[in-house]
C-alpha cells in the first residue's frame, strides 16, 4: 500500500502557483520523497526528490517540512500542460533491487484552468 | 534527465497471439528495470522486477509464464504477453533505475488491446 496520503482533485489558475500537499506521517528516516507526474496516455515523469532538505529544479520546488511528517510540491506558474496526475511516493534512499520499485497512490488530479 | 524509450507505442492483436514489448534506456545503463501494469482510472501496479543476467521477481498474482520478462543486457528489457486474451488489454509501462542518481525513469507506455 502506499505510504502517503493526497488530495483526490486540485484546481488551479493558469499563471498561478500550483502548491500539491502530501501526507508521509510514517515515513522512515532513511525514505526519501519523490514526485512523479502522469499526463493523460503516458508514462510518469519525474519531477523532484528529496530527503529533509527543501530541493528546488527547473520544474518545480519541493518543500519538506522539518519532521518530515509531509512536503508540498510547488509548481510556481502552472500552465494548461502541467494538467495531471501528480504522485507523492515515499522510497528507501537504498533502491538496489525491488527495493527500488515506486509504490503508486491513487495521486492528486490537478486541472489548470484558464 | 535520462531517457527510458519503450516500443511500441500501441498495439492490436488478435485473441491467442503473442506480444513483445521492448524497453531501453537510451543514455544510461539500468542494472534493474521494472515493469507496470495500468488499467483505466486506477494507479499503476508493479508487475515485475526484472535485473540484468538474472530471472525476474513477479509480484504475487502474476503468472511469470504469460508474461515473460528477459532482460539480456545493461539497457534492453522485453515484456512477451504470450497467449494474449481480452482482459490483458492494458496499458504496460517499464522503468529503468538511473543509478548515479536514484531515480526511476519512465517509458511512455504501451496500450495494448486484444481483439
Not at chain 1, 11 to 18: N, P, Q, T
Not at chain 1, 43 to 53: D, E, R, S, V
Not at chain 2, 78 to 90: C, R, W, Y
Request: hydrophobic letters at 35%; proline letters at 4%.
Amino acid at each position: 500500500d502506499a505510504k502517503t496520503t493526497q488530495p483526490t482533485s486540485m484546481d488551479c489558475a493558469e499563471g498561478r502557483a500550483a502548491n500539491l500537499p502530501c501526507n508521509h506521517s510514517t515515513i522512515s528516516g532513511n525514505e526519501y520523497v519523490y514526485w512523479y507526474r502522469q499526463i493523460h496516455s503516458q508514462g510518469p515523469q519525474y519531477i523532484i526528490h528529496g530527503l529533509k532538505n527543501n530541493e528546488t529544479n527547473e520544474m518545480a520546488s519541493l518543500i519538506i517540512t522539518e519532521d518530515r511528517k509531509s512536503s508540498t510540491l510547488i509548481l510556481p506558474h502552472a500552465t494548461l500542460r502541467d494538467t495531471a496526475v501528480y504522485y507523492c511516493i515515499v522510497r528507501p534512499g537504498n533502491y538496489g533491487g525491488s527495493q527500488g520499485n515506486l509504490i503508486f497512490g491513487k495521486g492528486t488530479k490537478l486541472s489548470v484552468k484558464p | 534527465g535520462a531517457v527510458v524509450s519503450q516500443h511500441p507505442s500501441w498495439v492490436i492483436c488478435k485473441s491467442g497471439t503473442s506480444v513483445k514489448i521492448e524497453c531501453r534506456s537510451l543514455d544510461f545503463q539500468a542494472t534493474t528495470m521494472f515493469w507496470y501494469r495500468q488499467f483505466p482510472k486506477q494507479s499503476l501496479m508493479l508487475m515485475a522486477t526484472s535485473n540484468e543476467g538474472s530471472k525476474a521477481t513477479y509480484e504475487q498474482g502474476v503468472e511469470k509464464d504469460k508474461f515473460l520478462i528477459n532482460h539480456a543486457s545493461l539497457t534492453l528489457s522485453t515484456l512477451t504477453v504470450t497467449s494474449a486474451h481480452p482482459e490483458d488489454s492494458s496499458f504496460y509501462i517499464c522503468s529503468a533505475i538511473w543509478v548515479r542518481g536514484g531515480i526511476q525513469y519512465f517509458g511512455a507506455g504501451t496500450r495494448l488491446s486484444v481483439l
